[in-house]
């Protein structure tokens, strides 16, 4: 017997009933495999595949110094709670009704910090803070590549392809222990 699942598509408005092994296999992404996958589980460490990352126009190569580059501006363009916790909400019941919203971040795959969209939901995604490549890792890199873009070692446009592309090999690129230890960042994560 075949079991179906009704899929409501929160990204695109649409709905339909999909088979449980299609619905499960249209969730996979086509970035960097994990262990968790290749032995058939869902990798969350990487974000669905409607979520490609989107850019704040306002922040470009030759406006970092008045934009990114001012300590606070993330905060400055950071959506509200009563923005985000119902995307938050809304996203938990999709992909993880039965666990605890503490379990997750709604993060930027794209960071504020190098210009990515505030409230723009192909930008937004849930991310573990448990677990291989989890949310403390990405944080990582997202401060390591904030000071190479504002150091002018990394252009914008470099960062923000990398993270949005494949951030867990963005962070095996950019967040060595050397990067880290020079821009003195506390990372406390699973990396």
């Not at 979520?51 to 190569?61: E, H, I, W």
């Not at 950071?78 to 809304?90: F, G, H, M, Y």
């Not at 690129?173 to 990067?179: M, R, S, V």
Request: hydrophobic letters at 40%.
């Amino acid at each position: 017997m075949a079991l179906w699942v009704w899929a409501y598509g929160y990204f695109s408005g649409m709905s339909k009933v999909l088979p449980a092994r299609q619905l499960a296999m249209s969730l996979t992404t086509s970035q960097e495999t994990s262990k968790e996958e290749a032995a058939g589980g869902v990798n969350d460490a990487l974000p669905p595949k409607n979520v490609t990352g989107a850019l704040n126009a306002a922040v470009t190569q030759g406006t970092i110094k008045d934009t990114i580059c001012i300590p606070g501006y993330a905060r400055s363009v950071r959506p509200a709670l009563t923005v985000t916790e119902p995307i938050k909400r809304k996203l938990m019941l999709a992909e993880h009704h039965f666990q605890s919203a503490r379990l997750y971040e709604l993060d930027h795959l794209v960071p504020l910090s190098i210009g990515g969209a505030p409230d723009d939901l192909r930008n937004l995604w849930l991310e573990p803070w448990n677990g291989p490549n989890n949310a403390h890792d990405k944080d990582a890199l997202e401060y390591v590549l904030w000071r190479l873009v504002c150091d002018g070692e990394v252009p914008l446009a470099t960062a923000q392809t990398s993270i949005a592309t494949n951030w867990i090999a963005a962070y095996k690129l950019y967040a060595t222990p050397e990067n880290l230890a020079r821009f003195h960042f506390n990372h406390g994560g699973g990396q």
